[in-house]
């Protein structure tokens, strides 16, 4: 519902109040002048007023609006009567314990107005359709709005439902309440005059979208969605307090069973940019980025902006913020979420991020994330446990073991992995040792444990004895127990033998 000062930032449609609120969303240039493009008289019903909007000083001559209390004015029915039954407003009642905007389309064009372009009914499905487009996630780091409705109002004034889209947290916790305890933090920590929050705030959620299409299907997805506000980089939080603007990003995973594609990742200015503005990840990625004028694309230091700190704002947001938003998001939530593959899916894949500005994130992430217990190690039965790279030996793809060795060196106690290209490509991108299963590794590993493979039937020891010489290694057979006899069994190799 609108506070005062709400009502009074809206009416100065001249001025970009905003720009000096970190709260707002209006600087990323979606804020409300942009309905505008649309309408000449908007109109908003929150709490006991009514108001509407002349930024033509037209119809209430010399005066850019009028406003309306609700419950003191109960003869202009006629004033309240298109919000009648609209998300349960009621002018009986006095007041609405919420927000309505109505922005009556511009049908005749005039090039005094604001903007010229008329809206017709064509254009309104379009419009439509583009949201339909984004239903899926275009909630996803919105700050406060958890629903939003499209109505299509009859000629007999009955109001039928188009379009619903909802988030919800999937746990009990309200997600309206963990969003305002996350600002209430954030408002306790913030320092107006340096224009930064003294320590890093972070949160993640797990929600769920809902799309009614009323006049088709209904559909569901489910995301993990991270927060973090505030760096412990000096450089960023000398340039938060130089462009007046809060080090704030987000990471969005979907945990359904689709996902996203590997490099379909959108970027979000709290809203979604446009579709071919993308980030080469598995995720969508949200931030406090610089925008070029049209507001379409991300500013990057090049030749042009080698200087401009918008530009090294955004590097600062993907370098020194995203990977520990995207670490904690993996570690402390999707490793025990999802399921092993599912999980390591949700890793960058440095061959397709490098060479693009987002590779700024791959060393300080994978870094992190090697660090600790990530690799999945399963045993014959399924899933195991997670290790780290330095208790893996790992199991090339192209590599495959015959199940008689898997079986003994596993006795032996070698965690054999196999993990899918992402992994592998990190692993070399960030040159960190690791062991791969080789003939050295075996004879090693069974000449300490002769009884791995003891029981073992004939066929299966032959196949042991059979990786155990594709490197032609002979003289490093001693002690294994594969020498076969003519009788059938077999004996230990020695050198004198």
């Known amino acids: 519902m609108f506070q005062e000062k709400d009502w009074q930032r809206i009416r100065k449609m001249q001025q970009s109040v905003k720009a000096e609120d970190p709260f707002k969303i209006g600087k990323f240039g979606i804020g409300f002048n942009s309905v505008y493009h649309i309408t000449d008289l908007p109109t908003i019903v929150s709490g006991n007023r009514l108001a509407y909007l002349d930024p033509h000083e037209e119809i209430w001559h010399r005066k850019s609006g009028r406003w309306y209390e609700i419950d003191k004015n109960p003869q202009c029915s006629d004033t309240f009567a298109p919000f009648e039954g609209l998300c349960g407003f009621s002018a009986q009642n006095g007041a609405f314990e919420g927000t309505l905007f109505r922005f009556p389309l511009r049908n005749v064009p005039r090039e005094e107005r604001v903007s010229s372009h008329t809206y017709d009914i064509e254009k309104l499905r379009n419009l439509l359709v583009a949201l339909q487009g984004e239903a899926k996630c275009i909630l996803l780091f919105l700050r406060s709005v958890r629903t939003v409705q499209v109505f299509q109002i009859g000629e007999n004034g009955t109001h039928s439902n188009i379009l619903k889209l909802s988030i919800s947290a999937i746990s009990n916790d309200d997600l309206g309440e963990k969003r305002s305890e996350f600002k209430a933090s954030l408002q306790t920590l913030f320092d107006s005059q340096s224009f930064s929050i003294r ?54 995973l979907e945990t359904s069973a689709i996902g996203i594609e590997p490099t379909g990742g959108r970027v979000f200015c709290v809203l979604p940019m446009p579709p071919d503005v993308n980030c080469s990840l598995p995720v969508h990625v949200n931030g406090t980025f610089s925008l070029n004028d049209e507001r379409r694309e991300l500013k990057w230091a090049g030749i042009e902006r080698r200087n401009d700190p918008s530009a090294q704002w955004n590097h600062l947001l993907v ?24 999980f390591c899916q949700a890793w960058p894949d440095t061959s397709k991020v490098t060479g693009t500005p987002w590779a700024d994130l791959l060393s300080p992430l994978l870094q992190t994330l090697f660090s600790k217990d990530v690799i999945p190690f399963s045993k014959p039965g399924g899933f195991s446990a997670w290790i780290k790279v330095s208790s893996a ?7 495959a073991l015959h199940a008689a060795m898997n079986a003994a060196l596993s006795a032996c106690g070698v965690n054999l992995v196999t993990v899918i290209d992402t992994i592998w490509n990190a692993l070399n991108f960030c040159n960190i040792p690791y062991a791969t299963v080789s003939p050295s590794l075996a004879r090693n590993a069974l000449r300490k444990k002769p009884e791995s493979y003891a029981e073992l039937s004939s066929d299966d020891k032959l196949e042991l004895l059979q990786y155990c010489l594709s490197d032609d290694a002979y003289n490093d057979l001693h002690d294994l127990v594969l020498l076969p006899l003519v009788s059938g069994g077999f004996t230990r190799f020695e050198t004198d033998s």
């Open 199 to 252: 320590n890093v705030l972070s949160q993640v959620v797990h929600v769920e979208i809902k799309v009614d299409d009323f006049r088709s299907s209904t559909s569901s997805s489910k995301w993990l969605v991270a927060k973090q506000v505030g760096s412990q980089s000096e450089e960023v939080r000398t340039l938060a307090t130089k462009l007046k603007v809060f080090p704030w990003v987000g990471v969005a």
């Open 319 to 342: 370098r020194e913020l995203l990977p520990p938003c995207y670490a904690m998001l993996l570690l402390d939530h999707a490793k025990i979420l999802l399921e092993p593959d599912r």
């Open 393 to 399: 030996v790992f199991v090339p793809r192209e590599e």
